[in-house]
């Protein structure tokens, strides 16, 4: 392979932003474990859930590359790591075709649920492709309107866990959206982390994010309460389930601790290290409660 082509691949997949691909396989492992342990599993739901989620994500940051970049809210000036079309690496046309083509894919994958399970997951695939569009595309993008932290707890934490329960099992139940609530406020910590490093910027692209709005120590208090709101989400599923091994998730607490800690310490681009260690965290606690959950089936 030439050095060109090398590096043309190095960007597209640093534009799928690998390390945060964790916010959507963590969220599928778990509903899994949960439809496992009620008597149900499947490895073909999971597998298309799995390729579903991982596409719209993939699709989601692609589509942010190059919005941010049109909107101004990527310059030179940036903290974070780099973006590849504010880095002149990939052309903005490029990535938004691709990112749409991701889309598409990700909606044809989807079909291969409905005559397994029924035309409802259409509707639910249709608003999971939209708002990733719309996560800062379209006449109101949610992360330009303070929205974009329900975007990431809705459905990178509870559509995503609950759906792939469903699937499998073909109903629903308040088990099922404990956990997703418990997954979802872990993922939205990587875009605190995300938004409490890049405030100065959001605010002069308009880019109105709750840390913008509510300013920089909203944020850590934001970060910290989300990890009890999660920490509290296991302790009551643990409760209602009568299963004590759903409390192994306590042992990620002492990395949550100190992710809590370097946030309410750190600023500036000192807080890419907390992006990794809140994407470890989430791992972390999504892999103990899929096992515990596992051995209390």
């Not at 859930?49 to 940036?78: H, P, W």
């Not at 979802?184 to 890049?198: E, H, M, P, S, T």
Request: aromatic residues 12%.
């Amino acid at each position: 392979m030439a050095r060109s082509e090398k590096s043309n691949l190095v960007n597209w997949l640093a534009a799928t932003r690998p390390k945060t691909l964790v916010a959507a396989v963590v969220p599928i492992v778990v509903g899994a474990a949960e439809a496992h342990r009620v008597g149900f599993f499947d490895w073909y739901p999971v597998v298309i859930c799995l390729s579903f989620a991982l596409l719209v994500q993939i699709a989601t940051n692609m589509a942010n590359d190059y919005f941010d970049f049109i909107k101004g809210a990527d310059t030179e000036d940036r903290l974070g790591p780099d973006r590849m079309v504010a880095k002149g690496n990939i052309s903005p046309r490029a990535m938004i075709v691709v990112a749409v083509s991701l889309f598409a894919l990700a909606f044809f994958i989807g079909l291969g649920l409905i005559q397994y399970r029924g035309w409802e997951l259409l509707v639910v695939g249709i608003v999971s492709i939209l708002f990733g569009y719309c996560y800062t595309g379209g006449p109101y993008p949610l992360a330009y309107n303070g929205l974009g932290d329900v975007f990431v707890i809705f459905f990178f934490g509870v559509v995503a866990t609950a759906g792939t329960y469903y699937v499998i099992v073909g109903q629903l139940s308040i088990h099922v959206f404990l956990l997703g609530g418990s997954l979802g406020l872990l993922a939205n910590n990587i875009l605190v982390a995300n938004n409490c490093r890049d405030r100065e910027t959001d605010a002069k692209a308009d880019k109105r994010t709750l840390i913008v709005v509510c300013g920089r120590q909203f944020g850590t208090y934001q970060f910290g309460a989300q990890l009890l709101g999660a920490i509290g989400f296991i302790v009551i599923y643990a409760v209602m389930s009568q299963n004590a091994w759903a409390f192994l998730p306590f042992a990620s607490g002492i990395l949550g601790w100190k992710s809590y800690r370097f946030i309410a310490a750190n600023d500036g681009s000192s807080l890419n290290q907390l992006l990794e260690m809140a994407a470890k965290t989430l791992v972390l606690f999504g892999l103990l409660a899929a096992i515990g959950i596992a051995l209390g089936s």
